[in-house]
């Protein structure tokens, strides 16, 4: 085919493709019930804007709910970590208790026993 008829083919298809894409512009801009000043018209652009902004807004705080919870953590880390070593703290304390009690009734009974015995003689 001749390149001078292929380029016009698709000057052509182009200008008709532009021309289609304004007249139906131009028909929505003439549409009334596209019209935005219509009460109807005009809810739902305010109800969508107002439920885009809620979207917005919701999405804004759950990045900075997020982001905080994210800061946060290190702090959280450590007061697991801390609450842990004053657990083991606590049951290393317990365990030393109970192992003094432990040895100080052993000493009693030796010492009961050597006044036994020594009453005994």
């Not at 512009?25 to 005009?42: E, F, G, I, N, V």
């Not at 709910?65 to 070593?85: G, I, N």
């Not at 703290?89 to 000493?107: G, S």
């Amino acid at each position: 085919m001749n390149p001078r008829v292929t380029a016009a083919n698709t000057l052509r298809r182009s200008v008709r493709e532009a021309t289609a894409k304004s007249d139906h512009a131009a028909r929505l801009a003439h549409d009334p019930s596209l019209d935005p000043t219509s009460d109807k018209q005009a809810e739902m652009f305010q109800l969508s804007s107002t439920t885009a902004e809620a979207r917005r807004t919701a999405a804004h705080t759950s990045t900075q709910t997020r982001r905080h919870h994210m800061q946060l953590m290190p702090e959280a880390l450590a007061r697991v970590h801390t609450q842990q070593r004053l657990q083991e703290a606590e049951h290393e304390r317990l365990l030393r208790a109970f192992q003094l009690k432990r040895r100080a009734e052993r000493a009693s009974l030796r010492a009961r026993r050597a006044i036994a015995s020594a009453l005994m003689q």
